[in-house]
């Protein structure tokens, strides 16, 4: 390829990112700027509200992150490796199409006062969860999905089935191959991936919103209300408390840092004392553990949603933001990956490792500045904030993955590298890509406070009216908005596996 077309291509993947990127300065910025004065830590720490709302949200918090974790390796221990752990890997969709609105909107209406479970055993009353013990939860479960499912891209199997046979061999038991084989090696990649379930756990405001506690409620929820108020002095209060969760976030994961370190001096274990699992495992019920939640998930919301209800605006809404935020994403993600830097960028991931409302105001505020506000085109690009980095997550890897054997034998032919690029490299990329469509079309599916924000409440979306509805709303036409999401999602990634199963079976080498 010329030179010159070759920069102007890096020059304009460049200029998209910057402009969908953006936001992280006065983010940054606006939480900086009021830190400063002691009179307005003294107003925040005085809110009688503030420290309910912080045990809420570490105990939410704790019960989320640790409860994923511990789903997610408990599924390692008990399947893998085998068939039994390739059939949850190809079940995990159910649960991932699965918009965290829509699942928590199940929770709430089997769970809640008056819900299905409370119907049908009566001898029992909901209790009031203050602590938000129901939200870490329904958190845990969704998120455990998550969990395994990038521990699956991430674990080397042929690399370790071998060494895993030797141990299973020598007596170690299950519990003994986790710690001592499959740990140390996913370690890593296993850490971004907690760290971004903590910072989502703790920024999350529209599953907060559904499940509570309500008054008063989670840190996120709280900095929410205030910064949509006109005073400036509970402005003020809802900047310092997203500086709060930033400083939490910190804390959280410096202490999660530090009991790994701690744990792993533990290991190996060279005593020889042998831990045997003598008990059987039930293979089958936890094969179907993560994904029965799914489809029990879209069994209560069949069971409660109702025809009657035919507004047909927020569907039309959500999966045009949707497809237009994912292929949008999809043009700038391969034009970076193949003309943007090879190292470096971690600014790319900020928004899955920081909480989610100061890079939403921060949206806002340049959406004021520029004057796009309530526009189409404003939400659109607010969305990409976050469908870029989780469409990055599936697409840098299997780029990655590129055999180089493949670009010299082209170059030896002298192609271009446009002609590399187009013939070469986009075929391979198909089916990933598909995937990452898919991801980024839920992604964008589940964005509520950018479309509210930036929007200026303008657009009615499935989720936006999901979580609106969830405060007293009617439940059947509830279920209605969160049985969309879920059809919506579900049939994108059920129409990308159909897909990604064509391009393997008419394009040799994608099998």
């Known amino acids: 390829m010329a030179a010159p077309l070759r920069h102007a291509l890096s020059g304009v993947v460049w200029l998209a990112m910057a402009v969908i990127y953006v936001p992280l300065i006065p983010a940054g ?10 009179a307005n830590w003294q107003s925040l720490l005085n809110d009688p509200q503030l420290s309910q709302a912080f ?3 570490l105990v939410s918090t704790l019960i989320a992150t640790a409860g ?14 085998g068939k039994h752990w390739h059939r949850l890997s190809a079940r995990l969709p159910w649960m991932l199409a699965i918009p965290h609105v829509a699942f928590a909107t199940s929770a709430l209406l089997v769970f809640a006062e008056g819900g299905l479970f409370y119907q049908y055993v009566t001898f029992l009353s909901p209790r009031q969860d203050s602590a938000g013990i129901g939200l870490g ?24 089935a071998q060494q895993n046979v030797v141990l299973q061999s020598f007596g170690y038991g299950r519990i003994q191959r986790l710690c001592w084989l499959v740990l140390p090696t996913i370690a890593p990649a296993l850490g971004a991936v907690m760290l ?8 999350v405001v529209d599953v907060a919103i559904v499940l509570g506690p309500g008054n008063p409620p989670t840190l996120a929820v709280l900095a929410w209300q205030w910064l949509n108020q006109g005073d400036s ?3 003020i209060k809802g900047t310092l408390l997203c500086l709060l969760l930033l400083l939490l976030l910190a804390i959280l994961a410096v202490a999660g840092l530090c009991i790994w370190k701690m744990w792993r001096r533990t290991l190996p274990d060279v005593s020889g004392v042998r831990h045997s699992s003598h008990h059987a495992v039930p293979v089958k019920t936890l094969g179907w553990l993560v994904p029965g939640c799914g489809l029990f998930c879209t069994l209560v919301l069949i069971l409660l949603a109702r025809g009657s209800d035919t507004a047909f605006t927020p569907y039309a809404t959500s999966f045009s933001l949707g497809m237009a ?24 991931w900020l928004p899955l490792a920081l909480p989610a409302l100061p890079l939403v105001f921060g949206q806002y505020v340049v959406a004021l500045r520029l004057r796009i506000d309530g526009q189409y085109a404003a939400v659109l690009w607010s969305h990409l904030l976050w469908v870029i980095p989780w469409m990055l997550l599936v697409l840098q890897p299997a780029w990655r993955r590129i055999d180089p054997r493949l670009i010299l034998i082209a170059r030896t032919l002298g192609w271009s590298r446009a002609r590399i690029f187009w013939l070469v490299k986009c075929p391979l990329l198909a089916r990933p890509a598909l995937l990452a469509v898919a991801t980024g079309f839920s992604v964008s599916m589940a964005q509520y406070m950018p479309t509210l924000w930036v929007g200026a409440g303008r657009f009615a979306t499935l989720t936006t009216e999901a979580v609106a509805l969830s405060s007293g709303g009617s439940p059947s036409i509830l279920a209605n908005r969160a049985l969309g999401l879920l059809l919506l999602t579900g049939t994108l990634f059920g129409l990308a596996a159909l897909l990604s199963r064509l391009a393997g079976r008419y394009r040799q080498g994608l099998r």
């Open 196 to 203: 971004a379930v903590l910072a989502w756990s703790l920024s």
């Open 68 to 81: 994923s974790l511990f789903i997610a390796l408990g599924l390692v221990a008990a399947l893998w490796p």
């Open 29 to 38: 910025v606006m939480l900086i700027t009021p830190a400063f004065s002691a």
């Open 325 to 348: 935020s994912s292929l949008l994403a999809l043009i700038i993600l391969v034009l970076w990956l193949e003309w943007g830097p090879q190292r470096g960028a971690f600014w790319i």
């Open 137 to 160: 939860l329904t958190l845990a479960i969704k998120e455990s999905a998550f969990v395994v499912w990038a521990i699956y891209a991430v674990l080397p199997e042929k690399q370790l």
């Open 233 to 235: 002095e509970q402005q």
């Open 55 to 57: 045990i809420a949200t």
